[in-house]
């Protein structure tokens, strides 16, 4: 069998997460709503319904545009894309063709190996969602409510070569958006779409295969298995001496199939012209610069900065930087922390997120403060908890919102230090086990950890581990020679 080749380029739809569509002022996020109630003359297509565009979709629209590297058009301009078909009431959807808000620009990313990855854009535009349709028996139903919400629709070069590249792609992009608050990114609820094209060629052949393209792709796991599906469908036709031919291809998530919708159109199908109805989008140097300042550290760029300044662990790093908050959560405890930031990383990874992980909430919901871990680490140190204390105080302390040195002192958590008290055990102990006391100045040294574990088991985890060992090394040897 001939070794081949796979191209994959993908087209994304993300839905901003404006507060009104994107030229008239129905409610964006309609999610639930019982159909056609968030709708107007506008966004129905009413004929003679004028649209506005909407400021916040043009700024987040840009946002993407400076994360994404893309240079920006200055002007750029809506068009109308001519179709007919039941979930798109005006006849056209406004979208921008010729013009757009950004050209070119690259996501970088690592693979899971650490292997770096950069997917060209070839642009971005702003445009609007149409809607949605349903078959109840022969009656076909319209819902109007996603019409006219903004989209920002991106198209990569094609740049990755593997289903597991193109669901990596999908997987930092869907943590860049939420990083930087400009979509909520759920591929469950649509916020993110993505169509694939998909070719093949043996390899070393220079021309790229015929491409056909996936729709309707609706998870990260549907990226992968779609994409591996449709490169062995190729494969087989190639094998078999058949040709690809050029199709637009449906996803079916249920059945796990891959369906031919139709033969794939060209831009020349939709008859694009400028809309009349709206002005050029202009953006001035100011509201650029404005933008710019509002950036945030890219979640790429944390990573690295994680690993060489703070000296985390690549994995470490990897993890923290999932998404934004948990990366400014652990960057501020190891700030008031003030030393040793894998030791918070640890406490960070282990105790915190597994609560985020338990009780399946993000960082932002915690009650525990950074400062309060910081705290934590700190009373372990000082020994005036022990670990395996902290770790339980790291949930007391987010059930109750409470400070961890006053719930220390509340619940009598504090481990005991004052040497009378351990050293009375200690004897008790001791005197209790002759025959271990035999054994050990016998020469059974690593008998002593057995008798830590006694004192421990006594003082219910409170005696101060280290303490009690030299207390009963005393003891015992006290007893040498009787
Ligand atoms: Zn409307
Ligand atoms: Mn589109």
Not at 161 to 183: P, V
Request: aromatic content about 6%; glycine content about 6%.
């Amino acid at each position: 069998m001939a070794e081949y080749e796979v191209t994959i380029g993908l087209e994304t739809h993300i839905q901003l997460n404006t507060i009104t569509k994107a030229f008239c002022s129905c409610k964006a996020d309609s999610w639930g709503d019982a159909p056609n109630t968030n709708i107007c003359p506008v966004c129905s297509g009413l004929p003679g319904a004028l649209p506005a565009a909407n400021k916040a979709m043009v700024e987040k629209a840009l946002i993407l545009c400076l994360a994404m590297n893309a240079d920006i058009n200055m002007t750029s301009f809506f068009d109308r894309k001519n179709y007919l078909y039941a979930d798109l009431p005006a006849g056209y959807q406004i979208t921008q063709n010729d013009k757009p808000i950004g050209i070119g620009g690259y996501l970088d990313f690592q693979m899971d190996d650490g292997r770096p990855v950069r997917v060209r854009i070839d642009n971005l535009h702003m445009e609007e969602d149409a809607g949605k349709t349903r078959n109840e028996g022969d009656i076909r139903l319209i819902d109007m409510n996603r019409c006219g919400v903004p989209l920002v629709e991106m198209v990569t070069q094609p740049d990755m070569h593997s289903a597991d590249e193109a669901a990596t792609y999908l997987i930092k992009l869907r943590q860049l958006l939420r990083w930087l608050g400009i979509s909520e990114a759920n591929m469950e609820k649509a916020h993110l779409r993505c169509d694939a094209n998909v070719s093949i060629r043996p390899k070393g052949q220079v021309k790229l295969g015929k491409k056909c393209e996936i729709k309707n792709i609706n998870s990260i796991e549907a990226v992968r298995t779609a994409i591996n599906y449709e490169i062995q469908r190729q494969i087989k036709e190639v094998e078999a001496g058949n040709e690809i031919e050029q199709w637009t291809i449906e996803w079916d998530n249920d059945a796990l199939e891959l369906r031919k919708m139709r033969s794939k159109e060209t831009a020349a199908d939709y008859r694009y012209f400028r809309e009349p109805n709206l002005m050029p989008v202009v953006i001035s140097e100011e509201f650029l610069q404005s933008v710019k300042e509002g950036m945030p550290e890219l979640p790429l760029a944390r990573q690295k900065r994680f690993e060489t300044e703070l000296g985390l662990p690549a994995y470490d790093a990897s993890i923290l930087t999932a998404d934004r908050e948990t990366s400014e959560f652990f960057e501020e405890a190891a700030k008031v922390y003030g030393e040793d930031n894998k030791r918070v990383s640890n406490w960070m990874m282990n105790e915190v997120l597994r609560i985020v992980n338990e009780k399946g909430i993000g960082v932002a919901e915690l009650k525990i403060t950074p400062s309060n871990l910081a705290d934590i680490i700190r009373l372990v140190d000082k020994k005036t908890i022990n670990t395996t204390t902290g770790k339980t105080l790291v949930d007391k302390v987010n059930d109750s919102g409470k400070d961890p040195a006053a719930l220390v002192k509340e619940l009598g958590l504090g481990l005991v230090s004052d040497d009378s008290i351990i050293r009375e055990v200690c004897e008790k102990i001791v005197a209790n086990s002759p025959k271990e006391k035999a054994l050990y100045l016998g020469g059974k040294e690593t008998l002593i950890g057995w008798f830590v574990g006694q004192v421990m088991r006594e003082m219910r985890g409170k005696a101060d581990p280290e303490l009690a060992k030299t207390i009963l090394e005393s003891v015992l040897k006290a007893g040498e020679g009787n």
